[in-house]
């Protein structure tokens, strides 16, 4: 059974502060999203990682993919309290199932 | 673009009713939807994948005759709850995935199901 541990479960900082999420596994992926959902909303896709190696970029928000495509990490620069959600990190095979392993979220807290 | 419609959003009702929610793309043909159930501040469980014009996949666990899949077309999937009781209270999210290797799936907004 493939999984993806996510780490940590919950963070509650300070506006300003900076973080890290890590997504882990032993299983290697075809490509890694993360997505980040509010309460009572669906999940919103921030990034698609595909390539070992891989960095992403969305404003504060960087995307790392490792080189053997089983981890990735999310770093937040100078978190706001906007950035307040549940972040998910998805692993993809390839193959025709199209299930993705889903990381148990990091529910993020950023207090002004 | 790759816009999901869930619907409806809030569903209350009496216990032994059933309830169907709806699942839409609006901008692009799924050939495959997925169904989820969510518990509050935790990850999505898959329930079943739903392909168009065949039998879902129901995860291990999940019973296909609680939980109906139809997907008659590329744009709609519908999730029927039967005869819902207060334990099937819960968050319902539905996905879709477009064609081609590494599409990610696009959700919907999630249906806020409470049994009473």
């Known amino acids: ?112 | 673009g790759a816009v999901v419609s869930q619907h409806p959003s809030r569903v209350i009702c009496k216990s032994g009713t059933s309830v169907k929610i709806e699942c839409r793309s609006l901008d692009f043909q799924a050939t495959t939807m997925f169904w989820y159930r969510q518990f509050p501040k935790k990850s999505l469980m898959l329930m079943a994948t739903s392909n168009e014009g065949s039998k879902a996949t129901y995860e291990q666990g999940v019973e296909k005759d609680k939980f109906l899949i139809n997907h008659a077309s590329l744009t709609l999937s519908t999730l029927t709850v039967t005869s819902a009781h207060p334990e099937d209270s819960s968050f319902y999210i539905c996905s879709a995935r477009e064609s081609g290797s590494n599409q990610p799936q696009h959700f919907g907004d999630g249906t806020r199901l409470s049994i009473l």
Do not use: M
């Open chain 1, 1 to 112: 059974t493939q999984l993806l541990e996510q780490s940590p479960q919950f963070l509650s900082i300070q506006e300003g502060e900076n973080l890290t999420v890590y997504c882990n596994s032993s299983s290697v992926f075809s490509s890694l999203q993360w997505y980040r959902q509010e309460p009572g909303e669906g999940p919103v896709l921030l990034v698609t990682v595909v390539t070992g190696g891989e960095v992403k970029k969305l404003k504060r928000l960087t995307f790392q993919f490792g080189d053997a495509r089983k981890d990735s990490s999310l770093h937040i620069t100078a978190a706001q309290p906007g950035d307040t959600g549940l972040y998910l990190c998805a692993g993809a095979n390839a193959g025709n199932n199209r299930k993705l392993i889903w990381g148990l979220g990091t529910s993020l807290a950023v207090n002004p």
